[in-house]
């Protein structure tokens, strides 16, 4: 079984820093992609950010140039950070992964999400 957990979520200033950590255990082969992903209060849950397992980045609309995802292959871990938080950034932020256990069978997986408040 393949797990992901997030931290780093809580109540961030307007123009303040904020900085996601996901780590995955468990009975993993190789992980792929790894991503971000963002639900705000009413809405559907929307694209943040993904990175492949060499690097390749893509971004939301609504995030590109305002955030930065990297991760750190032999820590099995992908980060999402920004300088720049508005309160539109506001939401539970989870974090994905598509992974082969040891069995080479294909997972995607999600974390149980982070709650990200942006006010003043």
């Known amino acids: 079984q393949v797990q992901l957990v997030e931290s780093g979520g809580g109540l961030v200033q307007p123009g303040g820093s904020l900085r996601l950590s996901c780590t995955a255990s468990?009975?993993?082969?190789?992980?792929?992609?790894m991503g971000w992903y963002r639900q705000a209060p009413g809405k559907e849950r929307e694209l943040v950010a993904t990175?492949?397992?060499?690097?390749?980045?893509t971004y939301g609309d609504s995030v590109k140039g305002r955030f930065t995802i990297s991760r750190d292959n032999p820590r099995r871990s992908v980060y999402l950070e920004t300088d720049s938080p508005k309160p539109e950034d506001t939401g539970i932020y989870f974090c994905?992964?598509?992974?082969?256990?040891?069995?080479?069978?294909?997972?995607?997986?999600w974390g149980q999400g982070t709650q990200v408040t942006v006010s003043s």
């Open positions: 994905d992964a598509v992974v082969n256990d040891l069995d080479y069978k294909q997972n995607h997986v």
């Open positions: 990175i492949t397992s060499d690097g390749t980045t």
């Open positions: 468990g009975s993993i082969f190789r992980i792929y992609d």
